[in-house]
């Protein structure tokens, strides 16, 4: 045992498996612990130490001997530790029982001996969402238990359990990785297709009726380059699909496809799965992508009146406002604050209101600074917060505060923007408001 401790690449790549931690930053932190005793520690002494502050299991190895496997599971079984591959993880859901609300989400784990439903919980669906977990994913599952349903075995991750995301994982484990299907490749008839995309845009949602069901969907256009197809995001699917803007790098899990009125169609039913921004998968921008036709101008080129133009800049500020207005639930529209009610000019009072994000940035592309007006979703964008977020921090602080994170957050950040110029009625300056945004990527280190 002693000799995989003196060995530093061992203990380093141990703490990579179960943090998930960068190389990079592992040896940070490895460099800090050999300062702090001047020269004294070896390389391996100082892995020992980082592991050790990090919580790593270092006998990991020795364990995996006692792990079982999937087919070895019997209903009632506690504490059970297995290294699993992801076959397929189904969109989250929400779910209300009694006093207890939360979300859980499905996946279809497997390893040499089976596969099997597990079901996780809460913090563990956020884990999921966060660390962007696809198919093909390996995961080490700590304290899970067994139950059936319907005959079923079924595996579950409780309030105790640990879902490990493995970066090198064991040799030998299920490989479901698999490739995306080119859009331009895309033909009626195909089941669980993957795919990964920009979206070109986002349609209003629907509201359906038919045989009786309720149900609403969601249309997108995507783009990745070979092909442009029209995609339809159904009922479980439609939320995330209208949080969607143009630009969105997506990959879609699970879908299937349909002949439709301009060819084939993407479909996204109760298998499919959409992952924003996943981190192994990149596209070159929108407009790259031919996704746009709108013509390009410098930010000393606009004015009012010259039509649908695409901008391209820096952020070199961020200005002061409220960052939000209440809107009317009903009809959208800005609502005046009356008390404890709002008031709208259509609607009447409500003791509710809506809130819709508003930000305004300084955009300059060499030639010009710009004030760059953002509305909604592109404002939420923008900020990087979602409504519900952006409105629990309104909530706890003040806007005045949250421009100032906000400045530190995106100055420096290149942006493209398709929207229209238009006249400040107050200062006399063009302004540029937003209908399309995205951030241009710059490659990760
Ligand atoms: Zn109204």
């Not at 779910?95 to 859980?104: I, N, V």
């Not at 669980?192 to 920009?198: H, T």
């Not at 964008?381 to 530190?408: D, F, I, P, S, Y």
């Amino acid at each position: 045992m002693a000799s995989f401790l003196d060995d530093r690449e061992a203990v380093v790549k141990k703490i990579i498996v179960y943090t998930g931690k960068a190389r990079a930053d592992i040896e940070k932190l490895m460099e800090a612990k050999k300062e702090k005793f001047a020269g004294l520690l070896t390389e391996a002494g100082a892995a020992f130490l980082v592991a050790k502050e990090l919580g790593v299991d270092l006998e990991f190895e020795k364990n995996i001997a006692t792990r079982l496997k999937l087919g070895q599971l019997e209903e009632g079984m506690n504490n059970v530790d297995l290294e699993v591959g992801v076959k397929q993880v189904f969109q989250p859901k929400k779910f209300e029982k009694g006093e207890k609300k939360g979300r859980l989400c499905n996946l279809l784990v497997a390893d040499d001996s089976g596969e099997m439903r597990l079901t996780v919980w809460h913090n563990d669906v956020k884990k999921l969402e966060d660390e962007k977990i696809e198919r093909g994913a390996a995961l080490l599952l700590k304290n899970c238990y067994v139950t059936a349903f319907n005959d079923k075995k079924q595996l579950n991750l409780g309030y105790n359990g640990q879902m490990i995301v493995l970066s090198e994982p064991t040799a030998g484990l299920p490989g479901q990785a698999r490739e995306a299907v080119k859009l331009g490749e895309l033909k009626p008839g195909l089941n669980d297709v993957d795919v990964v995309a920009r979206v070109a845009r986002v349609y209003e949602a629907r509201d359906f009726e038919s045989a009786g069901r309720k149900g609403s969907l969601q249309g997108l256009e995507l783009v990745d380059g070979s092909g442009r197809v029209r995609a339809t995001a159904w009922n479980d699917l439609v939320e995330e699909a209208g949080k969607l803007v143009p630009g969105s790098l997506i990959k879609i899990e699970g879908a299937y496809t349909k002949e439709g009125m301009k060819g084939t169609e993407l479909h996204l039913g109760w298998q499919a799965r959409i992952i924003v921004e996943p981190k192994k998968h990149s596209l070159p921008f929108l407009e790259e992508l031919g996704g746009q036709t709108v013509a390009k101008k410098k930010l000393n080129e606009l004015v009012e009146g010259s039509g649908t133009v695409q901008v391209t800049g820096k952020i070199v500020g961020v200005y002061k406002g409220n960052l939000a207005y209440n809107t009317c639930l009903k009809c959208g529209k800005k609502v005046e604050e009356d008390g404890d009610a709002y008031r709208c000019a259509a609607c009447g009072e409500s003791r509710e209101a809506d809130l819709n994000a508003v930000i305004g940035v300084g955009l300059d592309d060499g030639t010009a600074e710009v004030r760059l007006v953002a509305f909604g979703d592109k404002a939420e964008k923008l900020m990087g917060w979602n409504k519900a977020e952006l409105r629990k921090r309104l909530q706890t602080t003040m806007a005045e505060k949250l421009v100032e994170e906000l400045k530190q957050q995106l100055t420096g950040k290149e942006v493209s923007a398709v929207g229209r110029a238009k006249e400040n009625q107050n200062t006399r300056e063009t302004e540029f408001i937003a209908w399309e945004i995205a951030f241009k990527e710059t490659q990760a280190v």
